[in-house]
Antibody
Framework: EVQLLESGGGLVQPGGSLRLSCAASGFTFSSYAMSWVRQAPGKGLECVSTISNGGGGTYYADSVKGRFTISRDNSKNTLFLLMNSLRAEDTAVYYC?????????????WGQGTLVTVSS | QSVLTQPPSVSAAPGQKVTISCSGSSSNIGNNAVSWYQQFPGTAPKLLIYENNERPSGIPDRFSGSKSGTSATLGITGLQTGDEADYYCGTWDSSLSAGWVFGGGTKLTVL
């Protein structure tokens, strides 16, 4: 059974940093692209970043480019999102999502999400 | 402002049929497969349709998808009260800022 378990969310001040983790199990993690998708309170879905299965290809939404860094450790089946220079508008539930295969493929499994709140 | 355009809400009576549209451009829907996601309040999205019109195992055939040019449509027949949820279309955008894009979501109300 595929499982994605996010952690690392919490309350952080504007300008601060946070690192999210997503522990994956139930599939061959190194064979699939992965993404972070966020949802601000009462708003829709936004894919903030995607990484290819080997980590060589990364993609970022314009809203986070230069501030967020996606990475993965295939030896530990874990996806990461390092978030710097956080702003109030980054407040959202952050979901880890598995792609069917390639970065451009649909998301077939989602984690339960972790809440990030940026506030002073 | 979402890259893909969906109606904010649709409604229909139990047993009826409803369609939800999703409009994009040549850089996204026009050249990439569309998927649809169902989301209930307080829960993670769930894959409903992939590759424009394919259903994952466990999704009833009351749900269908189609794509034509730069638009896609989700259809739901035999509406049930349990179908009340938010529905999102999504696809890859191949423009300079390549990445996944979503519609703004459509709230389905089963009257």
């Amino acid at each position: 059974e595929v499982q994605l378990l996010e952690s690392g969310g919490g309350l952080v001040q504007p300008g601060g940093s946070l690192r999210l983790s997503c522990a994956a199990s139930g599939f061959t993690f190194s064979s699939y692209a992965m993404s972070w998708v966020r949802q601000a309170p009462g708003k829709g879905l936004e894919c903030v970043s995607t990484i290819s299965n080997g980590g060589g290809g990364t993609y970022y939404a314009d809203s986070v480019k230069g501030r967020f860094t996606i990475s993965r450790d295939n030896s530990k089946n874990t996806l990461f999102l390092l978030m710097n220079s956080l702003r109030a508008e980054d407040t959202a539930v952050y979901y880890c999502a598995k792609s069917l295969a390639r970065p451009k493929d649909n998301f077939d499994y989602w984690g339960q999400g972790t809440l990030v709140t940026v506030s002073s | 402002q979402s890259v893909l355009t969906q109606p904010p809400s649709v409604s229909a009576a139990p047993g009826q049929k409803v369609t939800i549209s999703c409009s994009g451009s040549s850089s996204n829907i026009g050249n990439n497969a569309v998927s649809w996601y169902q989301q209930f309040p307080g829960t993670a999205p769930k894959l409903l349709i992939y590759e424009n019109n394919e259903r994952p195992s466990g999704i009833p055939d009351r749900f269908s998808g189609s794509k034509s040019g730069t638009s896609a449509t989700l259809g739901i027949t035999g509406l049930q009260t349990g179908d009340e949820a938010d529905y999102y279309c999504g696809t890859w955008d191949s423009s300079l800022s390549a990445g996944w894009v979503f519609g703004g979501g459509t709230k389905l109300t089963v009257l």
